[in-house]
């Protein structure tokens, strides 16, 4: 008797030796965004961050580098979900203008000029589709992260369904996504999302603007890949009725709007301990979002290390005054033993 064929296995496991051979992290823009990954930024109304976004994917359409940075040149697509008409015939070509691009140096960009649905799976296989019957994309921009999804930016099902279909897109476009938000009400220390989206970039960059003084700062806070440094300044230059970043060494951020390293920290105990530890509660006193007991969130903060000396003293001493700090501040709630963020 014949032997039946054996079936492919329906996953493809890697070995320790494909393990190895796997690729480096390629920088798409030097120091900021890497290739086939997927980065946040983020910052308060008027910081200027959509000028700071369009700067980068006119950058890497054109190959020209960025202020210093080198670029892997390649299509870009921007996803304006609101304000396409003036992403698409003022911001953009006034950019390409001031850099004296010619009408051969502008065809890598694209534009899809309304908001879409990330979370659902129909709208994600159509912007596959229709990228492919264009070609191979380097970079999609997503401007802004509100207009990219059907559902809530607070809602566990609504991230994890939109984070799957961001990881789909980079699967199987191959191309790099950054995505433009705004900061919390009242926590401008990081984007107003659920935590599993915050979690979800490989890298998360911070915009800060002075709208009177026409400036804004870009910081790196954090590479999954890479070391986390990065900081660059610009100031803002008024051309053909709209604005171009222009690098300037001089423009720092804000000193008083930074928390300190160990408030960061506890922060990012915080989003640990609602990823897996984290409860929906019912009722008018709670919030739409995940909570979590105080004690796992003090349990993961003396894990990542918030004391200046490791004992349980001074680790008490640690999470008391931090916790009280970020209470203060607006950027946690406590109620009945549970914490959260205030989005």
């Given at each position: 008797?014949?032997?039946?064929?054996r079936?492919?296995?329906?996953?493809?496991i890697?070995?320790y030796?494909?393990?190895?051979?796997?690729p480096?992290p390629?920088?798409?823009?030097?120091?900021?965004?890497?290739?086939?990954?997927?980065?946040?930024?983020f910052?308060k109304?008027?910081s200027f961050k959509s000028?700071?976004?369009?700067?980068?994917?006119?950058?890497?359409?054109?190959?020209q580098p960025?202020?210093?940075?080198r670029?892997?040149?390649?299509?870009?697509?921007?996803v304006a979900?609101e304000?396409s008409v003036?992403?698409?015939?003022l911001r953009?070509?006034t950019?390409?203008d001031?850099?004296?691009?010619?009408?051969?140096e502008?065809e890598?960009?694209?534009?899809?000029p309304?908001?879409?649905?990330?979370?659902?799976v129909?709208d994600?296989?159509?912007?596959?589709?229709s990228?492919?019957?264009?070609?191979?994309?380097a970079?999609?921009v997503?401007?802004?992260?509100g207009?990219?999804?059907?559902?809530?930016?607070?809602?566990?099902?609504?991230?994890r369904?939109w984070?799957?279909?961001?990881?789909r897109i980079?699967r199987e476009?191959g191309?790099?996504?950054l995505?433009?938000?705004h900061?919390g009400w009242?926590d401008?220390?990081?984007?107003r999302?659920?935590t599993h989206?915050?979690?979800?970039f490989?890298?998360?960059?911070?915009v800060e603007?002075d709208?009177?003084?026409?400036?804004?700062?870009?910081?790196?806070?954090?590479h999954?890949d890479?070391d986390s440094t990065?900081?660059?300044g610009?100031?803002?230059?008024?051309t053909?009725?709209?604005?171009?970043?222009?690098?300037?060494?001089?423009?720092k951020?804000?000193?008083?709007?930074?928390l300190?390293v160990?408030?960061?920290?506890?922060?990012d105990?915080l989003?640990d301990?609602?990823v897996f530890?984290g409860?929906t509660r019912?009722?008018?006193?709670?919030?739409?979002?995940?909570?979590?007991?105080?004690?796992?969130?003090?349990s993961r903060?003396?894990?990542?290390?918030i004391a200046d000396?490791d004992t349980?003293?001074?680790?008490?001493?640690a999470?008391q005054r931090?916790?009280?700090?970020l209470?203060?501040?607006?950027?946690?709630r406590?109620?009945?033993?549970?914490?959260?963020r205030?989005f």
């Amino acid at each position: 008797m014949r032997k039946e064929a054996r079936k492919a296995p329906p996953l493809h496991i890697l070995s320790y030796a494909e393990m190895e051979a796997m690729p480096e992290p390629e920088w798409l823009v030097e120091g900021l965004i890497q290739k086939r990954s997927t980065a946040l930024m983020f910052g308060k109304s008027n910081s200027f961050k959509s000028f700071l976004a369009i700067d980068i994917g006119c950058s890497v359409s054109t190959g020209q580098p960025w202020h210093g940075g080198r670029t892997a040149q390649g299509k870009v697509l921007f996803v304006a979900t609101e304000g396409s008409v003036g992403v698409g015939r003022l911001r953009i070509p006034t950019w390409f203008d001031y850099h004296s691009m010619s009408i051969e140096e502008r065809e890598n960009v694209h534009l899809f000029p309304r908001e879409i649905r990330l979370d659902v799976v129909d709208d994600v296989s159509a912007l596959i589709s229709s990228m492919a019957s264009i070609g191979t994309f380097a970079l999609v921009v997503v401007d802004i992260f509100g207009g990219s999804m059907a559902g809530s930016e607070i809602e566990d099902k609504t991230a994890r369904a939109w984070v799957h279909g961001i990881q789909r897109i980079l699967r199987e476009t191959g191309a790099a996504i950054l995505t433009v938000a705004h900061t919390g009400w009242q926590d401008d220390t990081r984007a107003r999302m659920h935590t599993h989206f915050w979690g979800s970039f490989d890298s998360r960059m911070r915009v800060e603007g002075d709208k009177e003084a026409l400036t804004s700062t870009l910081t790196i806070e954090r590479h999954k890949d890479a070391d986390s440094t990065g900081q660059w300044g610009f100031r803002m230059t008024t051309t053909g009725g709209s604005l171009v970043p222009v690098l300037d060494d001089a423009v720092k951020p804000s000193k008083t709007s930074k928390l300190s390293v160990k408030q960061r920290t506890a922060l990012d105990a915080l989003d640990d301990a609602l990823v897996f530890k984290g409860v929906t509660r019912q009722g008018t006193e709670w919030p739409p979002c995940k909570v979590v007991l105080v004690e796992h969130w003090r349990s993961r903060c003396y894990t990542h290390g918030i004391a200046d000396k490791d004992t349980p003293e001074a680790r008490k001493k640690a999470f008391q005054r931090i916790r009280n700090a970020l209470q203060d501040k607006g950027i946690v709630r406590i109620y009945d033993e549970h914490v959260w963020r205030c989005f």
